[in-house]
């Protein structure tokens, strides 16, 4: 599976952005599908993820009511569409994705996602 991410940009505080990762691959309905960032000398943090079906969803703390992760499978895309961006959003936005046919967990640890995608640049300005 092959991952390019998209939509990243310049945004002021209290805006919007959607992030899209397309994938490629035969077998994308089967992966577990994630959102990490990473700001400046910082390490990679986990941001939301997507079970293979769509049925679950998860998400770190700091943007529970503000982002939401979808997928379209017959698109081969996940999305990541974040809302109400605060400054402290600012970083690089990274797709990525582990196959988990018949598991019912989400991972949150970015050393056990296998795909990752060449992130997309969120810049929130107060």
């Known amino acids: 599976v092959q991952l390019q991410a998209s939509g990243g940009g310049l945004v002021q505080a209290g805006g919007s952005l959607r992030l899209s990762c397309a994938a490629s691959g035969q077998t994308f309905s089967l992966h577990n599908m994630g959102w990490f960032r990473q700001a400046p000398g910082k390490e990679h943090e986990f941001v939301a993820a997507i079970l293979r079906n769509g049925m679950k969803t998860i998400y770190t703390e700091s943007v529970k009511g503000r982002f939401t992760i979808s997928r379209d499978n017959a698109k081969k895309t996940v999305y990541l569409q974040m809302n109400s961006l605060k400054p402290e959003d600012t970083a690089v936005y990274y797709c990525?994705?582990?196959?988990?046919?018949?598991?019912?967990?989400?991972?949150?640890?970015?050393?056990?996602?296998?795909?990752w995608g060449q992130g997309t640049q969120v810049t929130v300005s107060s």
């Open positions: 990525a994705g582990y196959p988990a046919p018949g598991s019912w967990d989400l991972d949150t640890r970015p050393t056990e996602y296998n795909y």
